[in-house]
């Protein structure tokens, strides 16, 4: 296994466009984060899946965006109409999901709304 | 709410320096993982702690768990350039899915 993988990993848009981003996790993982961003700050969290259940949506995020995780397997996570605000780098992780929910990161999809 | 304090937010060092880095809070964490992310690239897992007191050892780096679990710190010993980064603290807390993330400490190692 090669860890979680999200594809892609740069993506330039123009404001108003959709985007839609994919994420791998680990395959014996069975929760999966969505995490935002930005220049010098700590993750912020988006959204996150038990299996393909998703159990939480933060408050701060907008209904332009949605995810889903289809089968318990891989996310996506769409943006619709996006803004110049969205751009930020878009971080997918995952983890086993005991009491210590150690999570694994993928290298993260970079937006850019123009 | 829970919160996580980290300092400094950025310090830049010579190669061969010792440093400290904190992850403060007023709240109680069950764990607390320190993370590593270089630039354009996510997170890396260095070390969970768990238990108040606990000191983990990952070659010249040296974590360490508060006795009342509200807090945390990273020692580098003998700085090294590759040693460069955002590091960032993360304490599992109240819920049992989100993890409350520090705003991270910009660590650069200058040759």
């Known amino acids: 296994d090669t860890g979680v993988s999200q594809n892609p990993r740069h993506k330039i848009t123009k404001r108003g466009q959709n985007v839609t981003f994919r994420c791998d996790p680990i395959?014996?993982?069975?929760?999966l984060y969505w995490y935002r961003q930005t220049l010098g700050q700590g993750p912020e969290f988006l959204t996150y899946?038990?299996?393909?259940?998703?159990?939480?949506k933060s408050r701060l995020l907008s209904d332009r965006f949605s995810a889903e995780r289809p089968k318990g397997s891989f996310s996506t996570l769409e943006i619709q109409r996006t803004e110049q605000g969205d751009s930020a780098m878009y971080l997918c992780?995952?983890?086993?999901?005991?009491?210590?929910?150690?999570?694994?990161f993928g290298p993260g999809t970079r937006l850019t709304v123009t | 709410t829970q919160l996580l304090e980290q300092s400094p937010q950025f310090l830049s060092i010579q190669e061969g320096e010792n440093l400290t880095v904190y992850c403060n809070s007023s709240?109680?964490?069950?764990?607390l993982q320190w993370y590593r992310q270089e630039p354009g690239e996510g997170p890396v897992l260095l070390v969970t702690?768990?238990?108040g007191g606990e000191v983990k050892k990952l070659k010249r780096l040296t974590f360490q768990f508060g006795d009342a679990r509200k807090d945390s710190s990273l020692h580098i010993t003998a700085a090294q350039t590759g040693d460069t980064g955002l590091y960032l603290c993360?304490?599992?807390?109240?819920?049992?899915?989100?993890?409350?993330w520090g705003a991270g400490t910009k660590l650069i190692i200058k040759p």
């Open positions: 899946f038990q299996n393909e259940a998703q159990l939480e």
């Open positions: 993360a304490g599992a807390g109240d819920s049992n899915y989100q993890l409350i």
């Open positions: 992780a995952s983890s086993v999901g005991n009491s210590r929910d150690e999570q694994y």
């Open positions: 709240s109680v964490f069950s764990s």
């Open positions: 702690v768990v238990t």
């Open positions: 395959s014996e993982h069975n929760r």
